[in-house]
């Protein structure tokens, strides 16, 4: 399936900074907002003195009022050069781009498992299951969330002691959530994200584990431990990944992860052949 | 997906070219290796194959090829690293599957043949004769693979061999893509003409380098990748004007291309002699760019009153 990728002169309506060098910005985009589904991401030119675009996942959309919202930390050039970005301000962007995550199955139970700047396309995932399929979102991070934080009111199996945060925009709507963290955060799982899944995973039944998917974004490491629970589980794990990307809309082939399909090595695009890919294809991930 | 042209019905016979025996409705050809094998694009709403002369399909070999490990791109200064290493399904694949379903109505497709001997060439382009591409592009100057490319278009005996090689296994206009990293490039145009060529284009990216410096290690995993974009403008601009004095002795028309973004950019080119306008790194900055420069070429036709693009070519002062 192949969808139409716009180019919109994006209007920053809003970038709020949070601690750890991220931020989060809200653009008006009607047409990417109204086609976006949860796993895509946006090319943005940030700023004339970089005009090679940057990838950036959706965290969330309003189709009505035209927005897309973006999570993003400044690590290098071009994500410094966003964050000075001012409301008001326009920014080439080309989107929305690549294969979504498949929520398709509502028998399925998700587990969304995001670290960092990995959370958005997990909480894009969870507004778009919600009232779907059964699901629960894990999120980790090393600094202080760029979310509003509140007590969860859901039971998890497995998930007890320190972990009694969730995110609020999801607690509000009745889906579960809880955050994990080696940064000694309040209300925190301590330690790593995919070990908060891990326990939640072990403490279910064996037929309500069966039924899981694990969905997940987030820093390399994190995913290796995400690949790992879903071997030891016997569960798929789908993985949205990301590269140095020139083109954007799989013109370029720049942006390459290596596969195996049917015994054979390729080098598939991120940008258009994933970004989200089933770790089992991925030797890096296997 | 394509949308309908929207430039005014005027420029098309202003703007349309030809160029080795070819007629192209505008001057601007989309360059090998960055618009994929010709379908990705057509996904931009508002991108038009209508607006471009041709596109110049993927660089193909004999077999397929995997490409480089990542990381295969990285931002510069004013361009960008490349080492692809010629991922691509095979010239027969291409043929079969690929060409079959081209909108060849709306645009040219041009081949870019690659080979890592002579008869490599000679079979690619024996394979592309026997379909609807309207040329064949030759990538003596890929400098991101171990074998052949750049080896041969350093060399401009070797250059000149590449070009004969494939002269007889085709009637389909030959296009020499020259290397900016030789010595002398007006010799090697002046070998290819002589080996057959129709066509030439100039210039391949610059090899360069890029590091990591908390990890000490080449950002590119190839370890040298071939910079493009603007910060090799003036080069390119240097070597086209070097190659025309040798070119338009022969009335070779040289497709120009290093760093076009604008329809500034594309003047330039077109002044230094370039027949024909190619467009690569600028298409990543803005993939709609083909509009806006064929109205800025409009614009400035009309106000020097030249009622054709290909007046102006060649026409520098000095």
Known sequence: MRNTIFEENAEILANVKHPGDQFVMRVRAPKTAAAARPGQFVHLRVSGERPMRRPISIMLTDPEKGTVDLLVKAIGEGTRLLRERKVGETMPMLGPIGRPFDLSDTSKRYVLIGGGVGVPPMIFCAMALRGKAPMVVFAGSEVEFPFALKPSTAILPGVGGN????????????????????????????????????????????????????????????????????????????LSLEEHMACGIGGCAGCVVKTIEGGEEKYRRVCVDGPVFESSLLPEFA | MTSESVHPSNIAAELSIDFAGLKLQTPLVLLSGCVGFGEEFTRIEGYSNRDVGAVILKGATLEPRMGNAPHRVYETPSGMLNAIGLQNPGARYVVEHVLPRLPHHETQFWANANGSSLQDYAEVARIFDDSPVTAIEINISCPNVKEGGVHFGNDPVMAARVVEAMRPMTSKPLITKLSPNNADIADTARRVIEAGTDGLSVINTLVGMAVDTEKRKPVIANVSGGLSGPAIKPVALWKVHQTY??????????????????????????????????????????????????????????????????????????
């Open chain 1, 163 to 238: 972990a009694i945060l969730g995110i609020a925009s999801l607690e509000d709507r009745g889906i579960a959530s809880r955050l994990a963290s080696n940064a000694g955060l309040y209300g925190c799982f301590e330690g790593h994200v995919p070990d908060l899944a891990r326990n939640y995973l072990a403490a279910l039944s064996d037929d309500e584990r069966a039924r899981c998917v694990l969905l997940s974004c987030g820093p390399h490491p994190m995913l290796h431990a995400v690949a790992r629970v879903g071997r030891e589980f016997g569960i798929p794990a789908y």
């Open chain 2, 245 to 318: 004095a040798v070119a338009k002795q022969h009335h070779i028309p040289i497709l120009g291309q290093g760093g076009i973004c604008c329809a500034q950019d594309a003047l330039e080119f077109a002044i230094v002699g370039s027949s024909a306008i190619g467009i690569g790194t600028g298409l990543f900055y803005d993939p709609l760019t083909c509009k806006k420069m064929l109205s800025g070429i409009s614009e400035y036709l009309n106000r020097h009153q030249l009622e054709t693009f290909s007046s102006l070519v060649g026409s520098l002062q000095h």
